[in-house]
């Protein structure tokens, strides 16, 4: 299994910048894909930003040329570099891992979440 533990949260004024991390444990070899998630009061779990093992991309059209995907896979951590901040960027941020199991079953693992508030 792989375990996730996010870090770098905080509160920001609009038009600053933020870096998440997210520190993968256990099972890192068997990660394939990793991403950003992110949750507002009131709304469902959306995409952020993905990020494949050979080092693709793909952001969510809202944050494009703003955010930031990488991965460090020497040291198993995912970031997520975050500029030109706006309010409504405010929500709780989640680390997101696919892993392959034993059976080569693929399975997703998550981190608690970190908050991230941008004030106008």
């Known amino acids: 299994q792989v375990q996730l533990v996010e870090s770098g949260g905080g509160l920001v004024q609009a038009g600053g910048s933020l870096r998440l991390s997210c520190a993968a444990s256990g099972s890192t070899l068997s990660i394939n894909v990793m991403g950003w998630y992110r949750q507002a009061p009131g709304r469902e779990r959306e995409l952020v930003a993905q990020i494949s093992s050979s080092r693709s991309t793909n952001y969510a059209d809202s944050v494009k040329g703003r955010f930031t995907i990488s991965r460090d896979n020497a040291k198993n951590t995912l970031y997520l570099q975050m500029n030109s901040l706006k309010p409504a960027d405010t929500a709780v941020y989640y680390c997101?891992?696919?892993?392959?199991?034993?059976?080569?079953?693929?399975?997703?693992?998550w981190g608690q979440g970190t908050q991230v508030t941008v004030s106008s």
């Open positions: 997101s891992a696919q892993a392959f199991d034993s059976q080569w079953r693929l399975y997703d693992s």
